[in-house]
């Protein structure tokens, strides 16, 4: 079965960074499309960003453009997301999805808060 293991997350101060890890299983990884999602309380999931399976395109939300990069290893079925410069508004639970599978890992909490 799909199994989605996110990582990395943690406690940060406002400018600093931290780089999310998702290891993927149960599915054959390179041929999805990989995204990063986040949710906080009360709101829908948004999406973050999203790579391609031989990594020649990715998206990126507005708000995360120019701090946030996605990538992934297929040999190692991770994704990644380097998340720079971070603000208190990034603050939020981050998961990895493969659309457009409905399949979601438990999330890592990211807390940016001075």
């Known amino acids: 079965q799909v199994q989605l293991v996110e990582s990395g997350g943690g406690l940060v101060r406002p400018g600093e960074s931290l780089r999310l890890s998702c290891a993927a299983s149960g599915f054959v990884f390179t041929k999805y499309v990989m995204s990063w999602y986040r949710q906080t309380p009360g709101k829908e999931r948004e999406l973050v960003a999203l790579i391609s399976s031989n990594s020649d395109t990715k998206r990126y939300a507005d708000s995360v453009k120019g701090r946030f990069t996605i990538s992934r290893d297929n040999a190692k079925n991770t994704v990644y997301l380097q998340m720079t410069s971070l603000k208190p508004e990034d603050t939020a639970v981050y998961y990895c999805?493969?659309?457009?599978?409905?399949?979601w890992g438990q999330g890592t909490q990211v807390t940016v808060s001075s």
């Open positions: 999805n493969p659309p457009p599978l409905d399949k």
